[in-house]
């Protein structure tokens, strides 16, 4: 029989018959120790309510109860019993001839509950001598599980090593830990593999001879003894930690692109490596079980992820019906970490995928620290077919990823990663995204509205192209009069509602809306600026300050002073404010605000107020503007003449930043209108010839193909549908929208769900808990009364975010919720979209509510009675 053969199945094909084992675990921290004293007196108090207190003296451990049964995924089954020792290592280590005791006597007592097999996990390195002396003193079969632990860890850095490409005989590994059970074991495997190693040891007075007795001679040349992690070679970046002290490793020491394989516990790397430094940090010794496994009846969700080898070897034994004593003493048999190895796998638990700190750690996390490697030319190191290669082995989408999480904004990165958002696309045209892989996507964000014309117009790429060939300049706007820019605001008041005299350019929205408080200020000598509630204008400080969303506003307070915030569509409440304001600042649609229309007549009357009060009316076109709301402008379906406009986002038809805010010369003249006060309000960028170009082809496309038209026939032709495809499912709240500005508003109303769960639990588990709850501090019954209404309220929120992923992922259609209400999915397509994508869509939709339709919409699915 070969090492990797297995060896006799003893009962593993029984599956009339268990095996019984028992498990001692330890807390690894304080924090996790008092978890387990939290779940001891909630234990004995349950006890206690349902008449059944504890014989006095019953100290120590605590039964866990996650492993009654476990089926394997070759039919084999086991029982078994998990009990914690309520205390740390360290601090059963202060006290080792109590410790021993109380090991012993736990032992002792899952043997008379039935227990043939015992597994001591963490408290063989308690007691000392590996787990023999609780085999004598026990008298029943125990193992330590160091043999899967060291299968695992070999296993897991294994397959990082595959995944970079890497020779052993060039890749140098740093093994922390040796010469324990565990460290010495890995080292031998890895030798055995023809990886040179250091080996960080504590020597004090042995010499290398007796360090090195337990290792191969033939291997001893490839290998250095060091006595710090610091000392090891310059080379070196993949580390496997197995010592019993714990907290060795400080990531901040290590070189970028380190792998640690952390078998120890307590954890050699205690903390989290930072975002951006490129170590990872593999959680080390753990196997996780497949679908095949089945951990108690099955009918609730298990913990079968990310077990310890020392429990899973404990179980896979009870699985096999061998209840022997495996893995004991210092020195492991490596056929045997081998033969458990691979009788793991047959009853479906593998040490792939990885995690690190809990976490998944996916393949392409893995893969970024290429760059940092020494790739050879072995088939597991080409990359995948289809995918352009850089030059430090990643393709295009693996360094994007990387780059962006390392340096642009980590926590968005992961949120991506999470939901599947992760995408990286390398084409765009019309409605449609293409990936780096080739899938194709449609697109129903469009840049938030900055894509009006679509991607790349070729109209407006054209113009672009023989702006840069004829060597135009483009920043001379502080030294001449700009060409392009000077046209392009000609243009644009000639067709703005009111006919403006002045056009302001900039690069961003946020940056017109600046502009516009600042002319409004200026030029009436007023301070006072109003806007609505639900508002959404930028995020620079100013327009903050008039955005009515206290989540983006608090964590920036204070903002500027004497601004006031008004109901949106409330005429009363403007009309109580605006006399001595400078400004009412309004959205003609609130997007950001889930596609809220206004009203009829609200901005019409709104301002007159402003007329009448003296006080500029500002209207923020940024997403509105440019035909996306079936007019060119939205202030022309109500005849709306405003003192301010602001445009952004499309206006160059999404290939070049630039904003616009447009007034009237009164207002203008009297904030600029001398040469002292001129340039008080100025923009670097903002008026260059480039973008002004971008802009111009941008309103020759708007009117040349007529899409203010095309979309308000296309809008009002996807929303018909869309309203009779939702119309049987109780979730959707709503379709609205004008033009190709459309909304789902779901009905995110989990209210009452945590509460009838906890009342679930109270009444089904033994004893009065109910009586026990009355108990519970009055602060602390309204802090899980927040913490529920919170729960409920992501609930309601995940219903949008699952339906815009399951467009994503079934349906190849991008969509996403608003700034400011989460359970409002935005659809907001470019204006070229066609009836045929619009199809498209409604029939993803209706895909995905049919998916999500819950036992309130059960009607959906039946057909109409007669």
């Avoid at 923020?620 to 405003?642: K, S, V």
């Avoid at 038809?653 to 003249?669: E, H, M, R």
């Amino acid at each position: 029989m070969s090492p990797d053969t297995p060896g006799p199945a003893g009962r593993s094909q029984d599956t009339g018959s268990t095996t019984a084992f028992g498990f001692l675990a330890h807390p690894i921290s304080p924090g996790h120790r008092n978890q387990i004293r939290g779940l001891d007196l909630f234990s004995r108090l349950l006890d206690e309510h349902r008449d059944a207190p504890r014989p006095p003296g019953t100290r120590y451990s605590l039964p866990v109860p996650l492993f009654e049964t476990v089926t394997s995924a070759t039919g084999a089954r086991c029982s078994g019993e998990v009990r914690y020792l309520p205390y740390t290592a360290d601090q059963m280590l202060r006290r080792p001839a109590t410790a021993r005791s109380m090991v012993a006597a736990e032992a002792a007592g899952l043997r008379d509950r039935g227990a043939r097999l015992v597994g001591l996990g963490g408290a063989t390195s308690i007691v000392g001598d590996r787990g023999l002396w609780t085999a004598r003193e026990v008298g029943v079969p125990v193992t330590s599980g160091n043999s899967l632990t060291v299968y695992a860890a070999h296993r897991e850095l294994l397959h990082v090593v595959r995944l970079l490409g890497l020779a052993p005989e060039r890749t140098r590994v740093a093994v922390v830990g040796y010469p324990g059970s565990i460290g010495l074991a890995v080292a031998k495997l890895l030798l055995e593999d023809g990886f040179p190693l250091d080996l960080v040891c504590r020597r004090g007075s042995r010499s290398p001879h007796a360090l090195l007795r337990h290792l191969d001679a033939a291997h001893h040349d490839r290998v250095r003894l060091v006595d710090d992690i610091g000392q090891c070679s310059e080379e070196t970046r993949l580390f496997v930690c197995a010592s019993s002290a714990g907290g060795l490793v400080d990531p901040e020491r290590l070189r970028p692109g380190s792998v640690v394989v952390d078998v120890a516990l307590p954890r050699d790397v205690a903390a989290r490596p930072r975002d951006g430094h490129d170590v990872l940090v593999v959680d080390g010794g753990l196997v996780s079980a497949g679908d095949g496994v089945t951990v108690g009846g099955g009918s609730l969700p298990s913990p079968t992820q990310q077990l310890n080898g020392c429990l899973a070897e404990t179980v896979v034994l009870a699985l096999e019906g061998r209840a022997e004593s495996f893995s004991l003493g210092r020195e492991l048999d490596l056929g045997r970490v081998r033969a458990i190895g691979a009788l793991a796998v047959r009853h479906g638990f593998a040490p792939v995928p990885l995690a690190s700190f809990g976490r998944p750690v996916a393949d392409e996390e893995i893969l970024r620290l290429a760059r940092y490697f020494r790739r050879t030319d072995a088939p597991s190191a080409a990359p995948r077919p289809g995918a352009a290669a850089s030059a430090e082995g990643e393709d295009t989408a693996q360094a994007t990823r990387r780059h962006f999480r390392n340096r642009v904004n980590p926590p968005m990165a992961r949120l991506f990663e999470a939901h599947g958002m992760d995408r990286v696309f390398t084409h765009g045209a019309g409605c449609t995204l293409t990936t780096t892989d080739g899938t194709e996507y449609l697109d129903f964000v469009a840049g938030y509205g900055c894509l009006n014309l679509g991607h790349n117009h070729p109209a407006v790429t054209e113009r672009l192209r023989h702006f840069l060939d004829r060597g135009t300049p483009t920043f001379v706007q502080y030294v001449s009069m700009p060409l392009h820019t000077a046209e392009l605001a000609e243009r644009l008041s000639s067709v703005a509602p009111g006919r403006p005299e002045r056009v302001f350019f900039s690069n961003s929205g946020t940056e017109a809306v600046e502009a516009a408080l600042k002319v409004a200020r200026a030029g009436t000598g007023r301070t006072r600026l109003v806007h609505t509630d639900n508002s959404y204008h930028g995020k620079t400080l100013g327009a903050l300050s008039v955005t009515g969303r206290a989540r983006h506003r608090t964590p920036f307070e204070p903002l500027l002073p004497d601004t006031v915030s008004v109901p949106y569509g409330d005429l009363d409440a403007l009309r109580a404010v605006i006399d001595g304001a400078a400004a009412f600042i309004v959205e003609p649609v609130q997007g950001e605000g889930g596609v809220v229309l206004p009203p009829e007549g609200y901005l019409k009357q709104a301002r007159e107020l402003c007329r009448r009060a003296g006080a500029a009316f500002v209207l923020d076109e940024i997403q509105t503007g440019l035909g996306r709301t079936g007019a060119l402008f939205a202030a022309d379906h109500d005849g709306l003449d405003p003192d301010v406009l602001c445009l952004a986002k499309s206006l160059s038809g999404g290939l070049v930043p630039i904003a616009a805010t447009l007034c009237g010369g009164d207002l203008w003249d009297a904030a600029y209108g001398s040469t002292d006060r001129s340039m008080l309000h100025s923009s670097t960028f903002g008026g260059g010839n480039f973008a002004a170009a971008a802009g111009l082809a941008t309103l020759d496309v708007l009117a040349d193909e007529d899409l203010p038209r095309r979309a308000r026939e296309v809008g009002e032709y996807l929303r018909r549908a869309l309203r009779k495809t939702c119309e049987p499912y109780r979730f959707v709240r709503e379709v609205r929208g004008i033009g190709l500005m459309t909304a789902i508003e779901f009905d995110g109303d989990f209210s009452g769900a945590v509460r009838s769960m906890a009342d679930e639990l109270l009444t089904r588990l033994p004893g009065d808990l109910h009586t026990l709850a009355d108990w519970l501090p009055e602060d602390l019954r309204s802090a899980l009364s927040r913490a529920g209404s919170a729960l409920e309220s992501t609930m309601g929120d995940l219903m949008c975010l699952r339906f815009v992923g399951g467009l994503a992922r079934d349906h190849r259609i991008l969509t996403f919720v608003t700034a400011n209400r989460n359970r409002v999915m935005r659809i907001q397509p470019p204006l070229v979209l066609t009836t045929a994508e619009a199809d498209r869509f409604v029939t993803g939709v209706e895909a995905v509510c049919r998916d999500l339709a819950l036992h309130s919409d059960l009607e959906a699915w039946l057909p109409p009675e007669v």
